[in-house]
């Protein structure tokens, strides 16, 4: 995808391969800024304060995190990738792609001879990168078909409805639920997208609408609760979010408030997609029950962050004594799901990578 004009991809390699450059989307869209990553700690800590998010980003990025801790040891480096791979796993509960990164992270090292350890391991963290990436781009064009098919019934652009950041930014490229916006508006098709403002963290006014007007997509930020309105007037064709983790039976855990853009779809009578990769489905889960839910800290409903006349600033929402909670995920039940959008293809329920 573009920043500023330029191809930006959201991580890459230092460039003697110890490090890892990651863009700080804490301070987007206000300032364009990367942090350099070279330890498992630093990793961690970037997973858990959002320096990086997004199910496959977080992910990728564990990888290397595991690689750092192997590449910095000189014994014992199958207990050192193990110790690692769980303290990255804990940085954020809900997205299965994390755990899923630091397993085959851990399955490889172990399963390599002792003087190739770091040599494998390197390669592992640049395999999950590059199949993120390409999972992306098939879960673009696979998505695509569906805003194409919607373009040829209707005169004008295909309206689309957006929750949280599923782009570019919350994987390597191309993103996932906006990954066949991106295909169609690149093959000429008119869109448009609705993008919720997504509290408490605004990772949709922030990161969504940033990406889109950066790639030059026509979009619209709303409040988050103005979907349903949008639906009922007949101005959204289509629903597409991205998922943290997909249950067995297709529940999905999203960003919170998912659910209650797919009740109104259900209401409305539009479509509603979850796209994702394949890394995303945790097939040990037999429904949405057993995932964990993320409780964030209370200060970010209690608090926003925003642009100043001199910069970057900090404000109180909410009265000084006043409580709050922070559930950042919420679980859609499959029956609301109209079909799962992966690399695989489309289909009305989850499937099994092939």
């Known amino acids: 995808m573009r920043v500023q004009g330029k191809p930006c991809q959201t991580i890459w390699e230092t460039p003697d391969a110890t490090g890892l450059e990651v863009i700080d989307q804490r301070v987007l869209p206000h300032r364009f800024e990367t942090v350099t990553l070279t330890t498992p700690e630093q990793t961690a800590e970037a997973i858990r304060t959002m320096v990086v998010r997004g199910a496959p980003l977080i992910g990728a990025v564990a990888g290397y995190g595991v ?3 192997v590449n910095a040891a000189s014994a014992h480096l199958d207990r050192i990738a193990q110790k690692a791979a769980e303290q990255l796993a804990a940085a954020r509960p809900t997205a299965v792609n994390l755990r899923w990164a630091v397993e085959q992270m851990t399955a490889r090292i172990l399963a390599a001879p002792e003087s190739a350890k770091c040599a494998v391991a390197l390669m592992a963290a640049r395999e999950i990168v590059a199949g993120e990436l ?7 064009e696979h998505g695509g078909t569906l805003i194409q098919t919607i373009a040829a019934q209707k005169s004008g652009p295909v309206n689309i409805l957006t929750h949280c950041n599923a782009g570019w930014l919350a994987t390597i490229d191309y993103g996932t639920a906006t990954a066949p916006i991106y295909w169609a508006h690149d093959a000429g098709i008119p869109v448009h997208v609705w993008v919720d403002e997504t509290r408490p963290r ?6 969504t609408a940033f990406e889109l007007g950066e790639h030059g997509i026509p979009h619209t ?15 959204v064709d289509l629903v597409i979010v991205g998922a943290d983790r997909v249950a067995a039976n297709g529940d999905t855990a999203n960003k919170i408030g998912t659910y209650l853009k797919a009740l109104a779809a259900r209401d409305c009578g539009v479509p ?44 109180r929402l909410v009265p000084e004594t006043s409580p709050a909670e922070n559930p950042a995920f919420d679980v859609t039940p499959a029956r609301l799901i109209t079909g799962f959008i992966t690399e695989q293809g489309i289909s009305s329920h989850p499937l099994r990578p092939s």
């Open 67 to 69: 690689y750092f801790a």
């Open 134 to 140: 390409d999972r992306s781009r098939r879960i673009g």
């Open 202 to 207: 605004n990772q949709g006014a922030a990161l």
């Open 221 to 235: 930020v709303i409040a988050d609760n103005a979907g349903g309105h949008l639906m009922q007037s007949g101005r």
């Open 272 to 315: 509603f997609y979850v796209a994702l990769p394949s890394s995303t489905f945790d097939w040990s889960l037999p429904d949405g029950a057993g995932i964990p839910i993320e409780n964030r800290s209370a200060d970010e409903v209690r608090f926003i962050d925003g642009l100043g006349p001199t910069g970057p600033v900090t404000v």
